[in-house]
């Protein structure tokens, strides 16, 4: 059926809520989750060499942190017993998403929606409706609230 069940985590408590889902269907299975977490690529005017924020050293910092997040999540789900990979890319959310599920055809992606509707989710987008509607795998969508 599945051969891994992907989450994707912005170190939100509400896209934690898609952890326990994900847990049961890859205890049922037997299959590993994978922990996926998207950070936006650094805008340069972010940075300031004169004063030792450089670049590399502040993409560096927020990779280091989202894997240390990650990290942290998949330590309690080891402990479960599960197998658990964590992944840290940078990018368009959605689409590096879809290209990591798309990596393996038969992986399911469990996550959640924030529940963003009418000018919110138009302003902001909605990175749960640009994966239904780019991706050609399963996708699990479980409201938060």
Known sequence: MYSRVLVPLDSSGLAEKAIPHATQIAKGLNVPIVLVRVIDQVDPQLTDPQHGLYLDQVSSSLRSNAQEYLNRVASSLRDEGLTVECEVHEGDVASRII?????????????????YSGVARWVMGSVTDKILRGSSNPVLVIRAD
């Not at 290209?99 to 529940?115: C, F, K």
């Open 99 to 115: 290209d990591q599920a798309e990596m393996q055809p038969d992986t399911l992606i469990a996550m959640t929606t924030h529940g």
